[in-house]
């Protein structure tokens, strides 16, 4: 062998790197390689797991969100319907004191009347008292007191004219 390669050598090494390659095969890239895979499929289910999560997350915000729409729908029309509660209360309660208004306003004006009446009524019997009071005063004064008055009254009416016709004539 010029070059002193010796063909036992070679075929020793080749063994030698067989028997090498074989035991890190086993010893270190297979468990590697399983370890590997092992977290490829852990990341894979975690990242599967997240986007399942996060398509619920999504689903049950969109429940949420129709629920909070119609929550707000239910509010809008409660609301609705309370103010219109309200308004028909406001026009009942505006009804009823237009109403009291008016029976106070007739009640007034009844107890005006009656007071008119009343006081229609006083004056009428004071007019009559004041009346009797003068009759029952010139029906106590003698009729020739009255007959003396009268005679003064036209003595002094008629300074001018003839007072003998009316001092001579006849009394009654």
């Known amino acids: 062998m010029p070059l002193n390669i010796n063909l036992q050598q070679i075929l020793l090494h080749l063994f030698n790197f067989a028997i090498l390659f074989g035991g890190l095969y086993l010893l270190l890239y297979k468990p590697v390689k399983d370890f590997m895979d092992k977290r490829e499929a852990k990341y894979k ?28 729908q239910e509010i809008a029309l409660r609301k609705k319907t309370a103010q219109q509660e309200m308004q028909d209360k406001l026009s009942q309660e505006e009804a009823d004191a237009h109403q009291k208004a008016e029976q106070i306003l007739a009640k007034a004006r009844r107890e005006a009347e009656a007071d008119k009446a009343s006081i229609m009524e006083d004056a009428s019997k004071q007019i009559r008292s004041l009346a009797e009071d003068a009759a029952s005063k010139l029906a106590r004064k003698s009729v020739s007191d009255v ?19 009316v001092k001579g004539g006849d009394p009654a």
């Not at 689903?59 to 707000?72: F, G, N, P, R, S």
């Not at 036209?154 to 016709?165: C, F, I, N």
């Open 45 to 72: 289910a975690m990242a599967d797991e997240a986007a399942q999560k996060n398509s619920q997350a999504d689903e049950l915000k969109a429940q949420y969100q129709a629920k909070l729409d119609q929550a707000d």
């Open 147 to 165: 007959y003396d008055e009268f005679l003064n009254t036209a003595d002094t009416a008629a300074d001018g004219s003839d007072s003998s016709a």
